[in-house]
């Protein structure tokens, strides 16, 4: 790219490197989200092309429709997700702790995800791991696989080793002071993340590694499932708070609005660090080798879990409503109105806060113990995260991209008003999309199916009428997507040079940080309660069980 | 704000209390109730097709 | 730390709300006997085909209106793929997989569970209505998943015959689909030994 003049390059703390290497993380993002809704627009178009279609043999990565379903749930829910979050969560907490990031970490968390995302990529492609996402044993990737997926998550622990030294480093310096609230949220939700990847890396390297180099004949798919699953809950908070960040610290600052309680916010991401992980099993009520017992406690634990985000809900809210009144807006919701809704960073947000209404309530219902049943693997399922991590979190990072990458490289946003277009196009993608998927769903449609070679239930209307919506709104997102990726592209490629885009920050409060308690600003206490919620909801199971190593491998490809 | 005889474009209440309005988020409180009120119909709807089909 | 009025109000009302979801959901496995499944016995995926239960897959009548319906989920078919009760009927359903992880749905029912390889997977349900229940295998079982299905035919007390309380097999282990097509599961990928080759 030519040298062009950005706000990311003026920060004193920041070289031309550091801002190099998370850019690229933005960059290797937004690829594997163009690759990832390609694939996609694969299991959209199968609700209504005949299997015999020649369409197939056109498109890449559909040698079978579960190789491309792999595809598109690792490159969307593991790299684009998590290399946004490593690019974007660094330059927050740098700007936030106005300290440099320690080169060897952000270096190590780019170099990691590119290649694991290559190695994971190149297994993908030559149908040698067509095991989904949840990547489920006895189905057996290869090792390079296995490999592959642990270098992304590797790559996060790199990142979240450069925000605990920049907090280090700044509270050295600030020993009596609260820390910035940027700082704080983003050093939260590493802190967590961290404690609940180790689930998932115990089960790829004590279980499926060794099994699939040959080392172990036998598995244990039971017990890979609760490993799996003790990341698999918290991995959805990972993905959303980095969008709670840009809601709570930067949509207020968008909106000309003010933050409600700097103490409610720390308090929300320290309830996350707390009640993230001992939640695991909500996705496993209908797992036979799990008690009744200990379903019971983390259905509880997941209705704590919930709450943090309704209060999030009221609290953006609340700043938007702040903004908007500022504004001009009357009355009791004039407010809406007079919010910038020609600002597609703002666009987006707004459009995918309330995508994340309806994903949330559908997430509470999938994790009401008895309710489960009648949703559980069901077409419901994936219609709840379209509109949770596929909404919220996707459709959030896309309206972040709209600043941060004119931020990061000082290229003006080629149009606002294609980027105001996209997000709309978005939401109503995904609002017909959720609907096919979750009318379809209720009356028991299956999820991950190949639906153009179902050879049952040919007859049933709501089933048809879901096919038909699931795939009008699947390709709607797609052509979204394929908007945004392009819009990025055309920015980088064509946008006005050395135009300055700050990062937002809320700098206005109704309870500011000068009420917050130290209690709030302390890791310790927070990280030991953490640990005490783990051992209670996962000790008896993991103390308990009687390992049972009983699979061979299987590649039903 | 000494001129609220002259905005013919905004409320006058709204001039006079809009420090106050900003922190008494009466719009969203709202918004939260029809929310909650969202949230409660659709649970019970899936709650009474469980037991429907129990 | 000031918490504004409003927000208190809402805080509460929230959390009236999430304790009366708890009560309700208690009252539906009181009252209703809405559970969840749990540990009941393992098996050997590599030897259960040849050892009881699973050596003999079908529908037996325990007691008067009592049935019990062993159950094979396997690449791509269940065994029985048809099971035949009289309306009224309380059937316990016992499932387990040789091979990988597969699902049971019954439709219409609160039947809904995971068939996890080295475990045997119990559910009842009391079928009240005359008429088909399709079962469906809902989780990603390899490139045959979406094939996976089989019924459980409720039949009314005056249609009752020699034909009640049988798990019909319509196929050979090398599997018939429900429509009678045949497939063919290759070897290898029924085998539950070794690892890759």
């Keep these: 790219m030519p040298e062009s003049v950005s706000a990311a390059l003026l920060a004193p703390y920041l070289t031309k490197n550091d801002v190099r290497v998370l850019t690229w993380q933005i960059y290797l993002a937004v690829a594997a989200f163009a690759v990832g809704i390609l694939a996609g627009l694969a299991q959209a178009l199968d609700r209504v092309m005949p299997a015999a279609s020649s369409l197939w043999t056109r498109f890449p990565l559909q040698e079978n429709y579960y190789q491309g379903l792999t595809a598109h749930g690792v490159l969307l829910a593991f790299v684009f997700t998590f290399a946004f979050s490593n690019g974007m969560m660094t330059l927050v907490a740098a700007h936030s702790f106005k300290r440099r990031p320690n080169t060897i970490a952000i270096t190590g968390s780019l170099t990691l995800i590119v290649v694991g995302s290559l190695l994971a990529a190149w297994q993908i492609v030559a149908n040698q791991a067509s095991v989904l996402f949840t990547m489920y044993p006895p189905l057996q990737a290869t090792p390079i696989y296995y490999i592959g997926v642990t270098l992304v998550v590797v790559s996060t622990w790199f990142t979240a080793l450069a925000v605990v030294l920049m907090y280090r480093g700044w509270r050295v310096e600030h020993p009596d002071e609260i820390s910035p609230l940027q700082g704080f949220t983003v050093m939260a939700t590493y802190v967590m993340w961290f404690i609940a990847s180790l689930g998932v890396a115990a089960e790829v390297l004590l279980l499926l590694l060794p099994w699939s180099l040959g080392l172990v004949d036998k598995t244990d798919p039971q017990l890979a499932r609760a490993l799996f699953w003790f990341s698999g809950h918290p991995v959805v908070y990972f993905w959303l708070l980095p969008a709670y960040v840009s809601w709570y610290t930067m949509i207020p600052k968008q909106v000309g609005g003010k933050l409600f309680s700097d103490s409610l916010t720390r308090l929300v991401f320290l309830l996350f660090l707390v009640l993230s992980i001992p939640t695991g099993f909500h996705h496993q009520y209908t797992d036979p080798g799990i008690s009744e017992a200990l379903k019971t406690v983390h259905f509880v634990m997941t209705m704590g879990v919930f709450f943090p985000s309704l209060i999030t809900a009221f609290s953006v809210m609340a700043s938007l409503e702040s903004g908007g009144r500022r504004a001009g807006g009357t009355g009791l919701l004039g407010w809406i109105w007079a919010l910038p809704w020609g600002d597609p960073s703002v666009v987006a947000q707004l459009l995918a806060m309330l995508g994340f209404v309806l994903g949330g309530i559908s997430g509470l219902i999938n994790a009401s113990y008895t309710v489960n049943l009648v949703v559980h693997n069901t077409s419901w399922v994936p219609g709840h995260f379209h509109l949770t991590v596929g909404t919220a979190v996707a459709l959030s990072f896309m309206g972040i991209a709209y600043w941060l990458v004119p931020h990061l490289t000082g290229r003006e946003l080629v149009s606002r008003r294609l980027g105001v277009l996209q997000g709309w196009l978005w939401f109503i993608g995904v609002l017909i999309f959720a609907r096919g998927q979750i009318s379809a769903g209720i009356e028991s449609l299956p999820r991950r199916l190949n639906v153009s070679k179902l050879n049952y239930v040919l007859d049933n209307p709501a089933w048809h009428s879901g096919h038909v919506m699931t795939a009008v709104g699947g390709t709607i997102m797609f052509i979204s997507g394929a908007l945004f990726v392009a819009l990025i592209a055309w920015t980088l490629w064509r946008g006005k040079e050395s135009t300055i885009v700050k990062m937002p920050v809320v700098d206005e409060y109704v309870s500011g940080p000068e009420e917050t308690p130290p209690l709030l600003d302390r890791w310790g206490v927070w990280i030991a309660i953490a640990i005490v919620l783990i051992l209670i909801a996962y000790g008896p199971f993991f103390l308990t069980y009687a390992p049972n190593f009983v699979s061979g491998g299987q590649t039903p490809w | 704000m000494a001129d609220n005889d002259e905005s013919d474009v905004t409320d006058v209440a709204h001039d006079a209390d809009s420090h106050e309005t900003e922190e008494n988020p009466r719009g969203t409180l709202l918004l939260m109730l029809l929310f909650l009120i969202l949230i409660v119909a659709m649970w019970g709807y899936m709650y009474a097709i469980m037991i429907g089909r129990g | ?197």
């Excluded at chain 3, 969840?36 to 008067?64: K, W």
């Excluded at chain 3, 015959?161 to 019909?168: H, K, P, R, S, T």
């Design chain 3, 1 to 197: 730390m000031k918490v504004e009025f409003y927000e208190k109000v809402f805080i509460a009302l929230s959390l009236v709300m999430l304790a009366a979801f708890a009560v309700f959901l208690f009252i539906s496995v009181q009252q209703h006997g809405i559970t969840l499944v749990g540990p009941t016995q393992r098996v050997d995926p590599a030897t259960m085909l040849s050892e009881p239960p699973f050596d003999d897959p079908g529908v037996v009548e325990t007691s008067d209106g009592q049935y019990l319906a062993t159950m094979i989920a396997r690449m791509w078919f269940f065994t029985p793929e048809v099971i035949t009760v009289p309306v009224g009927s309380t059937v316990t359903f016992q499932v387990a997989s040789p091979d990988v992880i597969h699902g049971v749905k019954i439709l219409d029912t609160d039947v809904n569970v995971m068939v996890i390889p080295g475990q045997v997977s119990t559910s009842k349900h009391t079928f009240d209505e005359v008429g088909e229940y399709l079962i469906v295998c809902h989780e990603y079982c390899g490139t045959g998943h979406q094939g996976m299905s089989g019924k459980v035919v409720v039949i009314g007390a005056d249609e009752v015959d020699d034909g009640a309380g049988e798990g019909a097999d319509e196929g050979s282990p090398d599997a018939l689909l429900p429509g009678g097509e045949e497939i063919a599961v290759p070897e290898a990928w029924r085998s539950t030994e070794g690892g890759r080759s």
